[in-house]
């Protein structure tokens, strides 16, 4: 077997071996769901930082720079300013009033059981929209990293890549999930570092030579025309001649996307829950930041690099730029161990997604809905939990292998717009508005949910048949036949998200709930009440 498939094993085997350690300790709900809040400041920031990073980021974006110059380093930006939204509005209150999920928080003051099953069925559908971007990527990955074996094709890595998934929550719970997350971004680090040192090295550790190659970049285009363009200029996937005209909006609407909705990502906020206290949150969303800042900085060099040493025309596809650009600047073991990371950075991401899926069901749904926060039989929750995480898994293959073409950059982009529609509106209101109510909230996370999967579906990426990466000469048509012309719904279903939540709350005032907020937010600030609210 090839060097490659041996690192791939080696880190199989490593986690798993993880996931046998977790599984001793995983005694009682809190030590399933939340790690036993024994995460420290550093160890949460690289979990959160290793959740952040993913396949999108790591092999999407770097494709959509390739092919996109500047229009897809705006992936890169988006996903960094985004984190702010989290450090300033949520980390500190979620951790503060919640317990394991986000509908924690929206019970805390309103009617506990119409709440839960709304952000219950968000949570399971962001994580799956994600979940399937994430799977698409593995498969890309894996049957590329074991071409030496053609009886895996993609599908089988996919499934593949499901079933470890499900063994890691299914047995190893939070605590596998946090340590396969931490390895994995000390990984991902160190490969995206190097492989930028790599990049730099083919130009002389020359800035100057590097973006003067990147402004007269000469490739071949899809008819066969040799081409020079400038990839530091806008306007090659937003632009207006290329979107008939609908380009700038279309760029604002995944900016808002991105901005707000990694504040409503269910296996983020989650992850808040992992420590023993608000400072503690804290801490660990600096270290995040530093580290995120930092990868996505390094995104500029990967995909530049792919798209000026390697040309547009050479890259398999954009899923793949990163990966290639590493096996010819560092040779087969550089890209066995690229692609090895990248395989790690999936399953780090599926396995939190998962966590976040099952938990939100098993604790929301399940224990609180339909049993009114009565458990029926000790650990029954956490036997819940594990079986979602097999139904989940099996859903996200299933539309995985259905959807393998699609970039996955795009695909999450659609599903920040999904959190950013529904789950922002409600917990950004829950914090900060005294009228907010139960009516609110359901209407908030229902609309949202509804207009962003529906605007989704009327736009140009689902009605062309050739997904979001269509060639130019069709382009026009499928903008022009889509009843929404926007790929990214942002621009219309966050506002309609809030606007819902506003309104449901004025059509029924709540005084039970009003009379609580001075309550939540002593408690969201101060963290006064928390620790023995959650304690295990």
């Keep these: 077997m090839t060097i490659a498939v041996w690192m791939f094993l080696a880190f199989v085997v490593a986690t798993l071996g993880i996931t046998v350690w977790a599984a001793k300790k995983n005694t009682g709900a809190s030590a399933y769901f939340a790690a036993g809040r024994s995460i420290t400041g550093w160890q949460n920031g690289l979990a959160v930082a290793g959740d952040y990073m993913s396949a999108a980021s790591f092999l999407g974006i770097s494709g959509m720079i390739a092919f996109f110059g500047y229009d897809g380093f705006m992936y890169s930006v988006g996903w960094l300013v985004a984190y702010l939204t989290v450090l300033i509005v949520v980390a500190e209150p979620l951790r503060n009033a919640g317990k394991y999920t986000m509908a924690d928080l929206l019970a805390y003051r309103l009617t506990p059981r119409p709440v839960r099953a709304m952000a219950s069925l968000s949570t399971i559908t962001v994580s799956t929209l994600y979940m399937v971007a994430q799977m698409i990527g593995a498969g890309t990955l894996v049957k590329l990293l074991l071409k030496d074996l053609p009886w895996i094709s993609t599908e089988w890595a996919i499934i593949g890549v499901g079933v470890l998934m499900v063994v890691y929550v299914v047995f190893g719970g939070m605590l596998a999930t946090t340590w396969v997350q931490i390895i994995k971004a000390i990984l991902l680090m160190t490969g995206t570092i190097f492989l930028s040192i790599l990049v730099m090295k083919h130009f002389g550790y020359s800035f100057t030579k590097f973006f003067d190659a990147i402004a007269h970049l000469t490739y071949t285009d899809k008819s066969g025309v040799e081409v020079t363009k400038n990839f530091l200029e806008p306007g090659m996937k937003f632009g207006a001649d290329v979107t008939k005209g609908w380009g700038p909006l279309d760029l604002i609407s995944l900016g808002l996307a991105l901005v707000f909705g990694t504040a409503g990502l269910p296996h983020i906020l989650v992850r808040f829950y992992t420590v023993p206290d608000a400072k503690t949150a804290r801490v660990s969303v600096v270290w995040a930041m530093v580290i995120i800042g930092t990868f996505y900085i390094l995104t500029t060099f990967l995909g530049f690099g792919a798209a000026t040493i390697l040309k547009p025309h050479n890259i398999v596809t954009d899923n793949m730029a990163a990966p290639q650009l590493a096996e010819f600047l560092g040779g087969p073991i550089f890209f066995a161990f690229i692609s090895a990371v990248a395989f790690a950075t999936i399953l780090a991401v599926v396995a939190g997604l998962t966590i976040s899926a099952s938990a939100s069901f098993a604790h929301d749904f399940y224990s609180n809905v339909l049993h009114h926060g009565k458990e029926n039989r000790p650990g029954m ?35 920040f717009a999904v959190a950013a529609s529904a789950n922002l509106p409600v917990i950004v209101l829950s914090i900060f508005w005294k009228k907010f109510s139960t009516t609110g909230a359901v209407l908030g996370l229902a609309v949202g949910l509804v207009s962003s999967i529906v605007l989704i579906i009327l736009s140009p990426s689902i009605m062309g048949i050739d997904g979001p990466e269509i060639v130019a000469a069709k382009r026009h048509l499928i903008q022009a036949n889509a009843i929404f012309p926007l790929t990214n719904p942002g621009i219309l279903s966050i506002p309609l998200g809030f606007l819902a939540a506003i309104i449901g709350s004025l059509m029924k005032r709540e005084p039970e709930a009003e009379a609580m907020f001075a309550e939540l937010k002593v408690r969201a600030h101060t963290g006064l009440g928390s620790e023995k609210a959650t304690a295990h």
Excluded: D, P, Y
Excluded at 381 to 408: D, H, P, Y
């Design 381 to 415: 929750e956490v036997r819940v939990a594990r079986i979602t995480a097999f139904v989940v898994g099996a859903i996200s293959i299933f539309l995985a292998i259905k959807l393998q073409n699609v970039n996955v950059a795009f695909l999450v982009g659609l599903a």
